[in-house]
């Protein structure tokens, strides 16, 4: 069945770094669209970011735009979130997602992962 | 893009039936059958329930049906059951390849 595990969260400053991974089976991923969604504490779903098959193109949310890079390995079944210049506001629960292109949906999530920023 | 607009929480008793509102703008709902709905439980991952506006996915009952009319969508549960209480998300494709997602709103079964 499908199945995405994310790791990478934590604690972090303002102003520093972590790189959120997500593990994907049960699927062949190199067909797929991938993307990160986040929660804030008590808020609601927050669409970050994407990334097609073959990486050629990625989109972000203005949010996120010039600070967070997404990739992908599709040898290791993975792909990632580069989180850099982190701020209060980015502390979320992040999820990675499979996306269904045709239908603009995200058929598959997985748990998530908590991102704290905080001095 | 603009956060799309929905109740913060609709209730209802077991057996009615209760719509969630969705409110966009011509440039996500209003454009593109492309609006999804998700369900989500307290501490889980969310769970996708109806895709291209009233489609579901194999093994999400047929209480969930969905709607749309002009810049709104709409999500509707038919017989209601204690199970059905949740958070639900509306998500509407945005173009250029962004999406937008509702605040979300708190289903209470009474």
């Known amino acids: 069945q499908v199945q995405l595990v994310e790791s990478g969260g934590g604690l972090v400053k303002p102003g520093g770094s972590l790189r959120l991974s997500c593990a994907a089976s049960?699927?062949?991923?190199?067909?797929?669209?991938m993307a990160w969604i986040r929660q804030a504490p008590g808020k609601g779903l927050e669409w970050i970011s994407y990334?097609?098959?073959?990486?050629?193109?990625?989109n972000y949310a203005d949010s996120v735009e010039g600070r967070f890079t997404i990739s992908r390995d599709n040898g290791k079944n993975s792909f990632y979130l580069q989180m850099n210049s982190l701020r209060g506001e980015d502390t979320a629960v992040y999820y990675c997602?499979?996306?269904?292109?045709?239908?603009?949906?995200?058929?598959?999530w997985g748990q998530g992962i908590l991102v704290s920023v905080s001095s | 893009q603009s956060a799309l607009t929905q109740p913060a929480s609709v209730s209802g008793s077991p057996g009615q039936s209760i719509t969630i509102s969705c409110t966009g703008s011509?440039?996500?709902?209003?454009?593109?059958?492309?609006v999804s709905w998700y369900q989500q439980s307290p501490g889980k991952a969310p769970k996708l329930m109806i895709f291209?506006?009233?489609k579901r996915p194999s093994g999400v009952s047929n209480r969930f049906s969905g709607s749309k009319s002009a810049n709104t969508a709409s999500l509707t549960i038919s017989g209601l059951q204690a199970e059905d209480e949740s958070d639900y998300y509306c998500?509407?494709?945005?173009?250029?390849?962004?999406?937008?997602f509702g605040g979300g709103t708190k289903v209470t079964v009474l």
């Open positions: 998500c509407s494709y945005a173009g250029s390849d962004n999406w937008v």
């Open positions: 291209e506006v009233n």
């Open positions: 990334i097609t098959p073959t990486s050629s193109h990625t």
């Open positions: 997602a499979r996306v269904d292109v045709t239908r603009a949906s995200f058929d598959y």
């Open positions: 011509s440039s996500d709902v209003g454009t593109y059958d492309l």
């Open positions: 049960g699927f062949i991923f190199s067909d797929f669209y």
